[in-house]
C-alpha cells in the first residue's frame, strides 16, 4: 500500500540558459530595431479594418440604429453579443497578472504583460458597443451621474448601469496594473535606445526610475496593492455583464447561474485568444524560450477546466428548465437545442464543450498547432453562445404570435470586423514599441536569480545553475 | 550619464494629475452652470412687432389674463389673442395711436399679427396649459410678474429640473383655482393650503418619463 512521493522540480520557466543581459536584448531588441516589413503590412491591413469601423460607425451615427438587423421581438443583436465577447476575451489578462500573481504563480510571468496589453485592447472594443448601440449618441452622458439642468440622475436599479462603471473601473484597473508594471521596463528601453526622440518618449512614461532600493519597494507595494484590487474585478466584471440578461425576466437569461457561468466562460475564451496571439508572436519574435510549451501546456489545462465549467452550465440550464416546470423555461430550451437557431447552439456545443476535450491528452495539450487550431476554435463557440443566448431567448419569448426571426445586415457584420481592426492596430503597437514580456519581472524567475553561492559551511562556492527539467522528459 | 530632464519635471506628474482633476470638476461644473436654461434662457426678451405693454394692460388696468387668453382653461396653449381681441377696445380709445398701427392694418387686412414666441419648449416635451390652470397652477408661477413687464421676458428656466421642482412637490406651489390669474398671490400657509388643494383637486402630479414624452 505505501507509495513514496518524489519530489518533482518544476521545469524551468526559462528555457535555453539565457542570464539576464540575453533576456534584456531578446525582449527590448524588439522595440529598438528598425520595424520589419511584416510588421508594416499587418499593421496597413489592420488599419484598413479599423476603417472600416471607423466608417460603420459614423453611419450609424448618421443613420441611427435602424441600419442593423435588430427587429421588434431581438431588439438586441450583434451589438450586445460583441460587447459580451470582447469583455470575456479581455478576462484572461487580469485573471493571469493579478490571481495567479497573488498565488504565487511564476510562470505568468513570461505572458501577464502580453495578457494585459490585450484585455486592454479587447476592453476597448468591448466598451465601443455599448456606447454606440444607445441610438442618441449625443446624450450618451446621461450613463454618468453629473449634475444636469434635467433633475436627471442614472438608474440606480438598473443592471446597464452597474455595466458601465463595472467596466469602466475595470479598464481602469488594469491599465494602472498593466503600466505599473511596464515603468521599470520603460526605464530598461529608455537606457538602451540610442535616439534622443526615443529617450525622451520612453523617458517620461518611465517617470524617472532609476532602479533604486525604494523604486523597488514603491513597486512591489503598488503592484501587490492593484493585484489585490483587481483580482475581484476579474470576478465582478463579466458576472454583472451577465446582470444584463439575467435581472430581466426574459426565459432563458433569468437564471442565478449566470454569474458563474459567465466567468468561467470569460477566462475560458480569454485564455484562448491569449494563446491564439501567442503562438504567433512567439514564433515571429523568436521567444519560444520564454512563452514555453510548458505555459501552452498549463494554459490549456484552464481552458479544459473552464471549458467543462462551461458545459455543466449548459447541461445545467436544461435540467433547471424542467426542474423548476416554468413553461417558458422549458420551451425555450428545446427551442434553442432544435428551434430555428439549433444550427447556431450545435457550433456553440462543438466548440466550447466537445473541443477542449482532447486536451485530457497530454500529448495535444503540448502540440503547439493543435492548440492553436483549438484556441480559435473556442472563440467561435464563445462568440456563438453569446449569440445563443441573446437571440433565441429574444425572438421566441413568451408570446409565439410576436416571434420573429433576427439575422444581422452588412453592417452589424462591418462593425464587427471592425473592432479587429481596433484591436490588432492597438496590439501590432503594442509589439512594436513595449517589450511584450516583464524583463524586469522575467528575470526574479530565472533560475540564476536563485544562486546559492554559499554552502552550508558558509564559504563562498562558485555558482552553479541548476536548470530543472521537465517532469516528462522528452524521450 | 547626461539628463534627459530638467528638475521641474519630477514635480509634472502630480501637477498633472492635480490639473486633470480641477479641470475635469470645471468642466462638469461649467456645463452644468453655463448650458443650463437658466443661464442661457431666462431673461429672453424678444422684440414683439407691436409696443404692447403687459405693464400697462395687466397691471395698471388690472385685466384678467384670461381677457385675451381665452383659451387656456379648455386647451393645451394659451392663445395669443386676435386683432379683434384688441379692437374690441382699440377701436375707440387711441384710435389714432403711431403705436397701433400695426393692428389697424391687421384689422384692416385680416393679415394676423406675427408676434414672437417667448416661452419656448422643446417638441419633445408635451405640455398642457389647461391640465395645470384647471387645478391651480397660477399664471405667475412660471411666467413671472407679468403685470410687472413693459416687454415681456421669459422669468423661468423652463427646463426639466424646473418642472420636477414642483411635479414633485406641488402643495408648495398650487392655489385655489380662482385665484389662478392673480399676480403677487400668497397664501397664508401655503403648505397646508397646498396640501388641501391637492388631496382636493387629487393632484398627482406625473413624475415618470412618458408622462412628457412621448
Redesign the interface.
Known amino acids: 500500500m505505501s507509495k513514496t512521493y518524489e519530489y518533482v522540480p518544476e521545469p524551468a520557466l526559462v528555457k535555453g540558459n539565457h542570464d539576464f543581459k540575453d533576456i534584456t536584448a531578446m525582449v527590448t531588441d524588439i522595440n529598438l530595431r528598425p520595424t520589419p516589413t511584416g510588421w508594416y503590412i499587418a499593421f496597413a491591413i489592420s488599419s484598413l479594418l479599423l476603417t472600416v469601423l471607423l466608417g460603420s460607425i459614423a453611419y450609424l451615427f448618421w443613420q441611427g440604429t435602424g441600419i442593423w438587423g435588430l427587429n421588434s421581438p431581438a431588439g438586441w443583436g450583434w451589438a450586445i453579443i460583441n460587447f459580451v465577447w470582447w469583455v470575456g476575451i479581455g478576462h484572461a489578462g487580469t485573471l493571469i497578472s493579478a490571481i495567479l500573481f497573488l498565488f504565487r504563480q511564476g510562470w505568468r510571468t513570461a505572458i501577464n504583460r502580453f495578457a494585459e496589453a490585450m484585455t486592454i485592447f479587447a476592453v476597448m472594443c468591448a466598451g465601443i458597443f455599448p456606447a454606440i448601440h444607445v441610438g442618441r449618441i449625443w446624450v450618451i452622458y446621461w450613463v454618468f451621474p453629473?449634475?444636469?439642468?434635467?433633475?436627471?440622475w442614472p438608474n440606480f436599479n438598473s443592471p446597464l448601469l452597474w455595466d458601465v462603471f463595472a467596466v469602466s473601473t475595470y479598464f481602469t484597473v488594469s491599465f494602472l496594473f498593466w503600466y505599473v508594471g511596464l515603468v521599470p521596463d520603460f526605464a530598461t528601453i529608455?537606457?538602451r535606445i540610442k535616439s534622443k526622440f526615443g529617450?525622451?518618449i520612453y523617458?517620461?512614461f518611465a517617470?524617472?526610475w532609476r532602479g533604486s532600493n525604494r523604486h523597488w519597494w514603491n513597486y512591489e507595494k503598488s503592484y501587490m496593492i492593484l493585484a489585490g484590487l483587481a483580482t475581484p474585478l476579474v470576478l465582478s466584471v463579466h458576472t454583472i455583464v451577465s446582470f444584463d440578461f439575467a435581472v430581466s425576466i426574459i426565459p432563458g437569461w433569468h437564471t442565478t447561474i449566470f454569474p458563474p457561468y459567465f466567468v468561467a466562460g470569460a477566462v475560458f475564451s480569454g485564455f484562448a485568444m491569449v494563446l491564439t496571439l501567442m503562438i504567433i508572436c512567439r514564433k515571429i519574435y523568436g521567444l519560444e524560450d520564454i512563452m514555453t510549451v510548458d505555459h501552452i501546456e498549463k494554459m490549456n489545462i484552464i481552458i479544459l477546466v473552464t471549458g467543462s465549467m462551461v458545459g455543466f452550465a449548459y447541461a445545467m440550464e436544461f435540467f433547471i428548465a424542467w426542474y423548476s416546470g416554468v413553461e417558458y423555461e422549458k420551451a425555450i430550451f428545446i427551442l434553442r437545442a432544435t428551434g430555428p437557431y439549433a444550427w447556431a447552439y450545435w457550433i456553440m456545443l462543438t466548440c466550447n464543450v466537445f473541443s477542449p476535450q482532447f486536451f485530457w491528452s497530454k500529448k495535444l495539450r503540448r502540440n503547439v498547432a493543435f492548440t492553436f487550431f483549438i484556441s480559435i476554435v473556442v472563440n467561435i463557440g464563445m462568440w456563438f453562445e453569446r449569440f445563443v443566448i441573446a437571440v433565441t431567448s429574444l425572438s421566441t419569448d413568451y408570446l409565439p404570435s410576436s416571434w420573429g426571426y433576427y439575422s444581422p445586415t452588412f453592417w452589424d457584420v462591418a462593425t464587427y470586423i471592425g473592432t479587429f481592426g481596433l484591436f490588432f492596430t492597438f496590439f501590432l503597437l503594442f509589439l512594436r514599441f513595449l517589450p511584450m514580456v516583464a524583463v524586469a519581472e522575467l528575470k526574479g524567475v530565472l533560475p540564476q536569480a536563485d544562486p546559492h553561492n554559499y554552502n552550508d559551511k558558509g564559504e563562498y562556492v562558485e555558482p552553479v545553475v541548476e536548470i530543472p527539467e521537465p517532469y516528462n522528459k522528452p524521450s | 550619464?547626461a539628463q534627459?530632464?530638467p528638475k521641474w519635471?519630477?514635480e509634472a506628474?502630480r501637477r498633472i494629475l492635480l490639473g486633470s482633476i480641477i479641470i475635469l470638476n470645471a468642466v462638469?461644473f461649467s456645463?452644468?452652470y453655463f448650458?443650463?436654461?437658466?443661464f442661457t434662457d431666462v431673461g429672453y426678451q424678444p422684440q414683439q412687432p407691436v409696443p404692447f405693454s403687459h405693464q400697462v394692460h395687466a397691471g395698471q388696468l388690472g385685466m384678467d389674463c384670461q381677457y385675451c387668453h381665452t383659451q387656456v382653461t379648455e386647451s393645451r396653449y394659451a392663445n395669443i389673442p386676435a386683432t379683434q381681441t384688441c379692437m374690441n377696445c382699440h377701436n375707440q380709445i387711441q384710435t389714432d395711436s403711431e403705436n397701433l398701427a400695426l393692428v389697424r392694418e391687421s384689422w384692416e387686412t385680416g393679415e394676423p399679427i406675427e408676434w414672437v414666441r417667448v416661452h419656448m419648449l422643446p417638441d419633445f416635451a408635451y405640455f398642457n396649459h389647461a391640465a395645470h390652470v384647471n387645478v391651480g397652477v397660477g399664471c405667475e408661477s412660471c411666467h413671472g410678474r407679468i403685470d410687472r413687464m413693459e416687454v415681456v421676458h421669459q422669468a423661468m428656466?423652463l427646463?426639466?429640473?424646473?418642472c420636477?421642482?414642483c411635479h414633485r412637490e406641488p402643495e408648495k406651489h398650487v392655489r385655489p383655482v380662482s385665484e389662478v390669474t392673480t399676480m403677487g398671490y400668497v397664501a397664508e400657509n401655503q403648505l397646508e393650503l397646498g396640501r388641501e388643494l391637492v388631496a382636493k383637486h387629487n393632484i398627482n402630479a406625473p413624475t415618470y418619463c412618458q408622462s412628457c414624452h412621448y
Open positions: 453629473v449634475p444636469n439642468s434635467m433633475a436627471m529608455r537606457d529617450k525622451l523617458g517620461t517617470l524617472g | 550619464m534627459i530632464f519635471t519630477n506628474p462638469v456645463v452644468w448650458f443650463s436654461p437658466e428656466p427646463s426639466m429640473g424646473w420636477l421642482d
